[in-house]
């Protein structure tokens, strides 16, 4: 009997050391991951923070509060547009201070603005004070801490994964609608909008502020190199095999970069496409209302959307990378167009279910954009020139959505919003179509500009 114990008190040790094994090995593993890794997981919580309960919540939000403060639909779109517009003038601002004072700052600040005005939100009653509560407070520097600070995280730690990074932390926004905002169309329909609210602010405070503290801002600040990759013995620079990372990297300067053409017809077509996307996700849940759905049934498919939201942008994250970017953004906006003539003709809801894997690929095109103004202009000025971009692009997230309430009010339908949104796609992917790179001759005097 006693050598039978201690056979099974062997196994049990046994065991116990194949788990510790297996846990050590874990752990080495994981020390070893490149650290830019880390950088992105914080982002990307960022993301679906505010993608959950500010980006996607605002279109449940959207019917309870019209009809709590007897709004039309144009009068509760203009808030939203109208927070926008404030952003296109933060955009530049806030790429000066990220180039100069990395992202911490900002993500810090946008938390404590997110916060404090969803508490002081929940408690207007009237349209003036929405207006004030939302663009003054609720939105003064989410675009910047929330938006901006996390891509400017992706591309000062990656070159050769730009794409890759990029698209995790973009497709962390749907992650977000996935698994939060269903959670918060939940506790708009027990508690009411105002309660759900007051407790967007608390939960804002309580997760964001301890991600935000965890922020770095480049490798080079760490004593790393982009990538993971290691120094050269001889040239100090990165040593890797990939010729995308081995070439010299060019750093446009923002004046440089306004000088070339492939600015332009990025920034001008990704705002058409920012319009378009941005009329379909403030108007979701009306439009699939006006469709037959319930508002609950129709927060459903919005959080349907936003999870397959991610696995698209992980497949196009790992196509960017190996195709050519601008072309690949054209093919997308062409499948976007394909789904929304699905939801034209949607007599149902399963039809619908056609409409929604292919139009998740306007927001899966965010991370190949920047990555290709990445490409193009290189690390150093990067949140300037996004901010120069962005700009200009924020007008069709201002736009967009009022023109859609304004549609609806003077039509009682969104017959005619659905062939603006399809027109609005054709043009932009004849835009990406026609994006090239800057010409050797002008990425070379860059290069001559940096060195």
Known sequence: MKTYHNAGVCRISNRQLVSKLHLLEMLTRLSRLFYGWRMIAIGSALRVLGGGLYYY????????????????????????????????????????FLDRFGPRPLI?????????GHMLLSG????????????????????AGFMDAPMVIANNWFIRKRTMAMAVISASIGLGGFLVTPLLAHAIHTWGWRRAAFANGIIFLVVGLPLA?????????????PDGDLPSPSTGSARSGDSKADRVE??????????????WLLTIGTGLRIAALSAMTVHYVPIMVWKGLSEQRAAFLLGAQAFLSLPSHMVFGWMADRVNKPRLMAACMLLAIVGLFFLMHAESEWQIWFFIPLFTVVESTFPVNWSTVGDFFGRRHFAKIRGAMSFVQTWGAVIGPVVAGAIYDGTRSYSLLLWVLVGLLLVTSCLYAMVLEPSSNIRQRAANTVS
């Open 57 to 96: 919540g605002f279109s449940v939000f959207f019917l309870p509060l019209s009809q709590d403060l007897g709004l039309n639909r144009a009068a509760t779109s203009l808030v939203v547009s109208l927070a926008r517009a404030q952003g296109a003038f933060e955009s530049p601002v806030a790429g000066y």
């Open 108 to 116: 810090m600040m946008a938390i404590m603005m997110t916060s404090i």
């Open 124 to 143: 207007v009653h009237s349209y003036i004070a929405l207006l004030f509560v939302y663009m003054g407070v609720v939105s003064l520097s989410f675009h």
């Open 213 to 225: 503290l965890l922020v770095r801002r480049s490798p080079e600040s760490m004593g790393l190199r």
């Open 250 to 263: 060019v750093n446009f300067t923002l004046a440089e970069a306004l000088r070339t053409a492939p600015f």
